[in-house]
């Protein structure tokens, strides 16, 4: 080599991607990293006869899982959100994909204005909803007497039962979010190329086919994608419950929720005070089942589609 050719300059740091990330990643780790470590801590520690707290170590979650007076509450809870979970899965997520299908095609007229319906309930106040729902259903003054009796249905307290509490709130929360899964569907079934489905209507392919055997695998990410949020939505559910029910999810702990059963063991209920320590537990496994479904998603899920992509 040459000692007398001119080097050529090396690529520069890039000083301006750290200056537009810096604030973003600053705020999130200030709000999000630094609590998520810090309540992992708290988890790990149990406090002591003089105010303070000592490291206890995983005591705390082998508490949770066998002591007879924290265990029935946690598995009750789980179980609640599996299957706040599963109504969701099998009925938001389908009635959003049909949603989607119909108001996608080009054949339905104002289909602007019934996307906007559709997504309404999405961005109301969930106070406001959960307010609203227990009026509708109470038996003394609500509507629902007459719409149920007009199906033959007997009309009873639906939120104050515990066989049909749960199921109830979960239809509430599906009615008032299945406009989001509608509207991830509905870009994605907008973004396929119409020669695809002119192809295959060309050669023969009905209305039916095309959608099963054309659009569902092309949207087959979205999918994937629609399916890990509602799971990390549904197991960090609060708010409608706490809306409807009270922190105590009546009637007898039926909607009860980890999130809700995370609520009053850590700031406490009635004459019950607070334990921070065990509250940092709960969410703590709460952060383990979250994690687990995405990592699930991450390497089941969307390593097979890449693998069928390849």
């Keep these: 080599m040459n000692p007398f050719t001119p080097k050529k300059p090396g690529k520069s740091f890039p000083v301006h991607i750290v200056v537009f990330l810096a604030p973003a990643v600053l705020i999130y780790t200030l709000f999000m990293i630094y609590p998520l470590v810090d309540t992992m801590r708290l988890s790990l520690y149990a406090p002591t006869d003089t105010n303070s707290v000592a490291f206890v170590g995983i005591q705390n979650y082998q508490m949770l899982l066998n ?3 924290w265990s029935p509450r946690l598995w009750g809870a789980l179980k609640n959100n599996l299957v706040f979970f599963t109504i ?13 299908a119909l108001l996608g095609s080009r054949f339905v007229r104002g289909r602007a204005i019934y996307r906007t319906l559709m997504f309404t309930p999405t961005v109301l106040s969930v106070v406001l909803v959960g307010f609203i729902w227990r009026l509708i259903l109470s038996p003394l003054w609500g509507i629902s007497d ?11 307290p639906w939120l104050g039962l515990s066989e049909t509490a749960l199921p109830t709130l979960s239809l509430i929360s599906v009615w008032q979010y299945v406009g989001i899964p509608m509207m991830l569907f509905l870009a994605a079934l907008i973004g396929i190329p119409d020669e695809l489905i002119e192809a295959a209507r060309v050669d023969g392919a009905t209305g039916w086919d095309v959608f099963w055997r054309i659009k569902f695998p092309l949207i087959l990410p979205t999918v994937g994608i629609v399916g890990v949020l509602t799971f990390v939505g549904n197991f960090n559910a609060f708010d409608l419950v706490y809306a409807a029910q009270g922190a105590l999810a009546g009637p ?23 334990n921070p320590t065990m509250g940092a537990t709960i969410a703590g496994v709460m952060f383990i089942i979250v994690l687990a479904g995405v990592l699930i998603y991450l390497f089941g899920w969307q390593r097979r589609l890449l693998d069928l992509q390849l």
């Design 67 to 69: 002591d007879p007076l």
């Design 88 to 100: 969701h899965m099998l009925v938001q997520n389908p009635v959003g994909l049909l949603l989607a």
């Design 146 to 156: 007459g719409f149920f009796n007009f199906f033959g249905v007997d009309n009873q």
């Design 252 to 274: 007898n702990f039926s909607t009860d929720l980890l999130a809700t059963f995370f609520y009053r063991t850590f700031f406490g209920y009635q004459l019950q005070l607070g």
